[in-house]
């Protein structure tokens, strides 16, 4: 192989010229020094001192088998040209944290908020446990007529009602539903021919006492999302239900 002494680039030993530069791979130093470029690397002289301020060009990246003995691959750019810099990679942007701290806290309307979430549970458990379902002997309940009977329907839709009323304690709108379910455990049961003395007085008071649950969860919802606004701005209503109940952070 043949190093040019312009460019550096590694020539084919039977070329005259530089494939990469066209320099002449046969030079002379100074007037009368004859000297052949067409040498084993290890004798070759680089023509002329190396600059280090000087950008020297890469040689062109040549296919395999064009020019070259014996298939190889072409050289790879000359050692002393720099490398552009690595760029770092580009992280997505993150999003803002949520503040949940209080600045100017503010307490005003919490305590009559959770008073109103425990109300209507306190109404749900005496609907189903505390007022009678007939108002001439006040001996049967929900629970009595379920168990007594052995009516599945109405024992499984008392427990349901139960059960979503106290999820509805945290969340006080919930309270339409276990309202909801209050009035079908009703209607249920009054068309049962079973319970004879189960009259529409009755199921008309029970479905104000589920209109008054659901009321009572509404506005509970109202004071609580009323109470954590005033603290903490951008807040939806289940979570201003969930920090009023455990809390808002606050100075």
């Given at each position: 192989m043949t190093f040019c002494g312009k460019c550096g680039y590694n020539n084919p030993e039977d070329r005259e010229l530089c494939v990469n530069c066209g320099a002449s791979l046969s030079a002379t130093v100074g007037d009368s020094t004859p000297i052949d470029l067409r040498k084993p690397a290890q004798e070759v002289e680089r023509i002329g001192s190396y600059d280090p301020k000087r950008n020297y060009p890469a040689p062109a990246m040549q296919p395999v088998g064009v020019n070259q003995p014996y298939?190889?691959?072409?050289?790879?750019?000359?050692?002393?040209?720099?490398?552009?810099?690595?760029?770092?990679?580009?992280?997505?942007?993150?999003?803002?944290?949520?503040?949940?701290?209080?600045?100017?806290?503010?307490?005003k309307g919490r305590g009559f908020a959770i008073l109103l979430s425990l109300s209507a549970l306190a109404v749900t458990i005496v609907a189903l446990f505390g007022i009678p379902l007939d108002f001439e002997s006040f001996n049967n309940t929900f629970l009595r007529i379920g168990m007594s009977v052995s009516d599945k329907p109405i024992l499984l839709m008392t427990f349901i009602t139960l059960a979503v009323g106290i999820v509805a304690l945290v969340e006080p709108i919930v309270c339409l539903v276990s309202g909801g379910c209050l009035i079908g455990?009703?209607?249920?049961?009054?068309?049962?021919?079973?319970?004879?003395?189960?009259?529409?007085?009755?199921?008309?008071?029970?479905?104000?006492?589920?209109?008054?649950?659901?009321a009572l969860g509404i506005i509970s919802v109202v004071f609580m999302k009323k109470f954590v606004n005033n603290n903490i701005k951008g807040v939806n209503s289940l979570k201003a239900c969930y920090l009023t109940w455990v809390g808002i952070p606050h100075q």
């Amino acid at each position: 192989m043949t190093f040019c002494g312009k460019c550096g680039y590694n020539n084919p030993e039977d070329r005259e010229l530089c494939v990469n530069c066209g320099a002449s791979l046969s030079a002379t130093v100074g007037d009368s020094t004859p000297i052949d470029l067409r040498k084993p690397a290890q004798e070759v002289e680089r023509i002329g001192s190396y600059d280090p301020k000087r950008n020297y060009p890469a040689p062109a990246m040549q296919p395999v088998g064009v020019n070259q003995p014996y298939g190889r691959m072409a050289q790879p750019p000359a050692p002393n040209q720099p490398m552009p810099p690595a760029q770092p990679p580009m992280m997505p942007p993150m999003a803002p944290p949520v503040n949940n701290f209080a600045v100017n806290y503010n307490h005003k309307g919490r305590g009559f908020a959770i008073l109103l979430s425990l109300s209507a549970l306190a109404v749900t458990i005496v609907a189903l446990f505390g007022i009678p379902l007939d108002f001439e002997s006040f001996n049967n309940t929900f629970l009595r007529i379920g168990m007594s009977v052995s009516d599945k329907p109405i024992l499984l839709m008392t427990f349901i009602t139960l059960a979503v009323g106290i999820v509805a304690l945290v969340e006080p709108i919930v309270c339409l539903v276990s309202g909801g379910c209050l009035i079908g455990l009703a209607v249920i049961t009054y068309t049962d021919s079973a319970i004879a003395f189960f009259g529409t007085a009755e199921l008309v008071v029970f479905i104000l006492i589920a209109l008054d649950i659901m009321a009572l969860g509404i506005i509970s919802v109202v004071f609580m999302k009323k109470f954590v606004n005033n603290n903490i701005k951008g807040v939806n209503s289940l979570k201003a239900c969930y920090l009023t109940w455990v809390g808002i952070p606050h100075q």
